[in-house]
């Protein structure tokens, strides 16, 4: 059986590493674009932050290490199209610039996600930078530290890691949002209190100018000076785009692979598509949103990673099947972790929920303990039926601890009353008596049973 | 309506507290041997390792705070016996030596536990202590101070948290441990890695004499050296017992008070005793264990604290149940933490599973983050249901965290297949893409479906 797998970050190369251990004497080939395969892309912002100072330490696998078991790794072979009915790839060899075919039994397809990059005068300039490859990290390092200024236009995730990565390295920074406030995946209690923390700490080195996009890069292939909606002009050495990114499915959809509603491709819960021995994993694929009940696209490393693993035990005929995602994430700011599992109160609303929420800052663990930090929890019930529909936990202190204690809650369908009959591990350098988690959902109880 | 509480530790003083908000109007009283109310036991062996430097600190509520709500505090008045049948309790007050009666409408037991004194000879002398009331821990300071070397006998929770507590006071510790392994409480599995780790790190400042007991404390009214049943004998400036406590329920058995199989008080889910208007709640009573589906005796704070509320609330005449405990606990040796929830293996024998485990070593956060540390997790789940049972993590790493994720999954029966399907949240300084606690899941899944 020749199998082709397209993609080699988290997925594909979590599909390969888990085909191969499943089916050893089976031809399995990796084909990607890139010169890199088996690189956390999560880990790059912590990389430019200086956490560590070798950027190999992001690689999970080499090519070699693939190599060694068995399978084949075609770096910088990009997958044109698929062409189901005979069975093969139009492939495209980008060192050579040749293109041939070869054929398969079976395919993967994980080609991840690729950067959004908003219509801006002048985007192409050479020190304009979005963070996808290791390449363009390696590519954003080496302008940063000839940088003084940079400009970060975005306000998610990456957009905060790389905050934290450019103050580290003793750069200001200008950041364009263009919503109200940081971090706008959470509700807007929860980003207020981000966004007040973020700049508390970091005022001298961040000028925030929010409800601003970026129109034009002011410069001649180089930027010299960034142009906002509003007027503003300001001069920079750097830009780097982090307004999101989109599911990477051009060469999917060019094949006759079908998407789903949120732009993703369409997979079923064993990770198979709309066309027979073609499965696709990853951020390029559409995920099930266990609480919502309705498809998302929330791409994650750790989905991806199941996703691989999933589509690996179908693609060798065993069976597995992939249930779905309860929107968990963190990250954090220097200290500040911010973290949320399940529905914010927006979407709560948005999938038809009747959401009631509390919102409980208490101290992490006993006041007494010199180590003791707050945090705020937010925790969120549908009105009708007090099923637990998510929280958001940010602060100093130990949050995402609790926003974990949630996730087997919401699997499980709890109500809020369930979980508060919770039994949590304490000890002063661990907790309160009453952990805040059940402090929060205590006053959710009582704030259910009044209304 | 009059309500007498007896005792003001944990559940004591989380019932009145709550009482009094539930019905301000209320004649509420506290009755205690003790010359302190409200203070966290728990707390006392952090402040004994130099956490915090005012024991003061400890207390979570004062004698004048509870008068300023209207509940009078007797502080050294001993409930020497109730008498249901006039509704009135016997006391003594320990500073006048003069016994007393009165009346109560409704009554809460929360008397606690006492320290376990093993049969020693000169157990009595002064300058041998056992960890429970403020006093003995002002009093271990206070010699502490003036000591080279302390003994301590026992290998539990207390013990190990005062191990850390002598050493950071820069004494020489010798400890009797009747067991193999320190923290007894862990499955041997477990129980072997703590030991290893805390006589590595502390080799110079620690003789260990496992399956050793005292025997003799030589001296006369202060103990200057010890025997123990092998013929060791060794010289000592002080002794702390730690060797377990016991539910302190001679007066309420003294008084007609059913106790449970376990020894503790029995109640019900409201906290009522056999008794009418005679509740119980804290370490005095017994506990259901959810998972176990039957009695157990597990004294902590986070439990006084809950079953403190809902006796409250009963008493006030509203309606909550307490619905069990999961076992879970935690404590940590300086960086190492030590966590648990659900039952151990060998407790899963004893209440009739066919317990299957695994052991799973792993880093707690991606590998080229510098704070990654390395955690051992033990995840139990029965070999006919699936259902998962327990969980144990050790590590200088993050392993609290993983067990408090179980918690839930426990209350709501879920089978280790049910609790692989969770999302946890994931970025590179939190978790691997994979938490830990997954992976250790995976491998139990394999386990079993090999079994």
């Not at 070798?54 to 075609?74: A, H, Q, W």
């Not at 064993?270 to 066309?275: K, L, Q, S």
């Not at 994993?281 to 498809?295: L, R, T, W, Y």
Request: hydrophobic share 40%; with cysteine; aromatic share 8%.
């Amino acid at each position: 059986m020749k199998v082709i797998i397209i993609g080699a970050v988290a997925a594909g190369s979590k599909a390969a590493a888990k085909l191969s251990r499943l089916r050893p004497d089976w031809d399995i080939n990796i084909y990607t674009e890139d010169a890199h395969v088996a690189y956390s892309e999560c880990g790059m912002p912590f990389y430019l932050a200086g956490n560590f100072s070798d950027y190999k330490k992001l690689f999970v696998r080499t090519p070699s290490e693939f190599e060694e078991k068995g399978i084949r790794v075609f770096l910088q072979n990009k997958i044109i199209k698929i062409l189901p009915e005979t069975k093969e790839v139009l492939v495209k060899n980008l060192v050579k610039e040749k293109e041939y075919t070869t054929n398969y039994d079976k395919l993967i397809i994980a080609t991840g996600a690729v950067p959004f990059i908003p219509e801006i005068k002048n985007v192409n300039c050479r020190n304009v930078f979005a963070l996808r490859t290791i390449e363009s990290c390696i590519a954003i390092k080496k302008q940063m530290v000839q940088s003084n200024h940079v400009t970060i236009i975005g306000s998610g995730y990456i957009a905060v890691e790389l905050l934290e990565a450019f103050i580290r390295q003793g750069l200001l920074i200008t950041l364009l949002n263009k919503h109200k406030n940081l971090m706008n995946f959470f509700d807007p209690d929860i980003s207020k209190i981000i966004q007040k923390h973020i700049l508390k700490k970091n005022l001298r080195e961040i000028n925030l100018l929010s409800k601003n996009t970026a129109i034009e890069f002011v410069g001649d292939g180089y930027v010299n000076s960034v142009k906002t909606q509003t007027g503003i002009e300001f001069p920079t050495d750097m830009v780097v785009i982090a307004t999101g990114i989109r599911p990477n499915v051009k060469m999917a959809v060019d094949s006759g692979i079908e998407l789903g509603s949120t732009g993703a491709i369409k997979v079923n819960k064993r990770m198979e598509t709309n066309i027979p021995d073609i499965y696709a994993c990853g951020d390029c694929v559409e995920k099930f949103h266990i609480v919502a009940n309705a498809p998302v696209w929330i791409p994650l490393g750790s989905t991806a990673n199941k996703e691989g693993r999933c589509a690996a035990i179908n693609v060798a005929g065993d069976y597995e099947e992939f249930n779905g995602v309860l929107g968990s994430a963190v990250t954090r700011y220097f200290n500040f972790t911010m973290s949320m599992t399940g529905l914010t109160e927006k979407d709560a609303f948005k999938y038809g929920f009747e959401p009631v929420s509390v919102l409980v800052a208490k101290s992490d663990k006993s006041g007494f303990m010199p180590e003791a930090e707050n945090i705020t929890i937010k925790l969120i019930a549908d009105k009708k039926t007090k099923r637990l529909l998510g929280a958001q936990a940010v602060g100093i202190g130990d949050a995402d601890k609790r926003v974990n204690t949630l996730t087997s809650a919401l699997l499980s369908n709890m109500t809020i009353e369930d979980f508060f009959r919770n039994d949590m591990t304490y000890a002063p350098p661990f907790s309160t008596s009453i952990d805040p988690v059940l402090i929060a959902a205590q006053e959710l109880i009582n704030k259910l049973n009044k209304s």
